[in-house]
């Protein structure tokens, strides 16, 4: 990564101010909004108090994150100053070890947030967090374990809020091309392989699977495998694989690997052959699906690989996605893989406490809905005010999920996560052993006690 000037967040802070009725982007009491959990906020009086909010989010982005804090700045009075950064983990550490830190910061891994809360950094949010999270995500378990780390002494307490996320557990498909061959779209990983396999029979290509990406590559295959140990196991085999009281080469980590080779190690099953998997780019790899005759019929990737479809693509007519399935044999339920931002406090004050009791209220929620690029498990917030019906079918995925996790490469170590585990998948692809690679990535990690 390019080496950036590191400055305070306070200099950098927008002069924000309180936001005025009239710069709402949405009036008050118009729309299908859920106006009443707004409503309270108005007798909320911050007037006089600034709170510093520092994320990763810039541009567009942060013209979103603006619009909603614009609603608490127009009810509270508070003086609500956001800054973002694109070198947000390296400055908030900074910003935190020199004991200038922002009011909130906004932590894209939970990782990083979890050392700061163990080096004393954070402020926890209380039992009553913990309660809410559970109680009114979907999923709220999962959640609620997320937002828990470690303290200083060990106490592990509820430190972040989740909020605005993205899912990682989807196939995209061509909808046309599955009617003109008379698929259906799977409902159970059994189902999946079936069609896998009836697609290769009838003489097409079923996936499109790339994972070049310079000196990331490798990285697409970490989802591919995440998702399949989440599929074949409990969750707590995932969250001991990803703290590595599971070891990589564990026998069920192992066989998760494979279950990743089943697709991708099939000469039959992906465009270009097997050998073509680690030299393909991830952008390049679902062009595949738009070709004529269709190179490919499907493509496992994140929510955000539209922005590399064709010109013009129209995400609902020319191009689909289904959730990634999970096997109705093993009783798993319907888990969901994904990422996400976490809001935190790293210089505890009143006005920062009611801003994170904000973002309970489905009005806060609501607002970027609407908008554009915003996903939620909050079952509270109402789905007619999405914006975007893409976005709409997305976010059912994660309110019908029963067990959401973390990107686990984001989880681990940075050596192994966003290193060996690469690799290590780039080589297996290539020919080794699922075996061997996971002695090699377990060995790898062993290295950094």
């Not at 699922?434 to 090699?440: F, G, I, L, N, T």
Request: hydrophobic share 40%; charged share 20%; with cysteine.
């Amino acid at each position: 990564m390019k080496q950036r000037l590191m400055v305070g967040v306070a200099s950098l802070a927008l002069l924000a101010g309180a936001a005025s009725a009239q710069d709402l982007i949405f009036a008050p009491g118009e729309g299908e909004f859920t106006w009443d959990s707004y409503t309270p906020w108005q007798d909320v009086d911050l007037s006089g108090q600034q709170i510093t909010v520092f994320g990763p989010w810039l541009g567009p982005d942060q013209e979103l994150v603006e619009s909603v804090l614009d609603y608490f700045r127009a009810a509270t009075g508070a003086d609500v100053r956001y800054t973002g950064s694109d070198s947000f983990e390296q400055q908030i550490v900074v910003d935190l070890e020199g004991g200038s830190p922002p009011n909130i910061a906004i932590f894209p891994q939970p990782g990083l947030a979890a050392d700061m809360a163990r080096r004393g950094f954070l402020t926890p949010l209380g039992d009553d967090t913990a309660a809410w999270l559970t109680e009114n995500y979907a999923a709220g378990q999962s959640w609620a374990d997320l937002a828990t780390f470690a303290g200083p002494d060990g106490t592990k307490a509820v430190y972040v809020f989740p909020f605005k996320i993205d899912v990682k557990s989807l196939v995209w498909y061509v909808p046309e091309n599955f009617e003109d061959a008379g698929y259906e779209v799977p409902q159970t990983m059994e189902e999946l392989k079936a069609l896998t396999e009836q697609i290769a029979a009838d003489g097409e290509t079923p996936w499109c699977i790339g994972l070049g990406s310079g000196g990331a590559t490798g990285w697409p295959a970490t989802d591919w495998v995440e998702d399949m140990v989440l599929r074949t196991q409990p969750p707590e085999v995932y969250d001991g694989w990803v703290s590595n009281e599971v070891k990589f080469n564990d026998p069920r980590i192992v066989a998760a690997i494979d279950d990743f080779g089943w697709f991708a190690r099939n000469d039959a099953f992906v465009a270009g052959g097997a050998n073509s998997v680690a030299a393909t780019d991830f952008r390049d790899s679902p062009k595949g699906l738009f070709s004529s005759p269709p190179q490919c019929y499907m493509h496992h990737m994140a929510s955000f690989i539209p922005t590399f479809f064709p010109e013009g693509t129209v995400v609902g007519q020319d191009v689909d996605f289904f959730y990634f399935p999970a096997s109705a044999e093993l009783g798993l339920g319907k888990p969901v893989l994904g990422a996400g931002t976490m809001f935190a406090i790293t210089n505890d004050s009143p006005g920062a406490e009611q801003l994170i009791k904000f973002l309970e209220s489905p009005i806060a929620h609501e607002i970027w809905m609407a908008q554009r690029g915003f996903l939620t498990p909050f079952k509270g917030a109402n789905q007619e005010v999405f914006g975007d019906p893409t976005l709409k079918k997305m976010n059912q995925i994660l309110l019908n999920a029963d067990t959401f996790r973390f990107d686990g490469s984001d989880l681990m170590p940075g050596a192994v996560g966003a290193g060996s585990f690469w690799t290590g998948m780039v080589d297996y692809v290539g020919g080794k052993s699922s075996q061997d690679v996971a002695d090699e990535i377990q060995r790898s990690w062993d290295a950094l006690k």
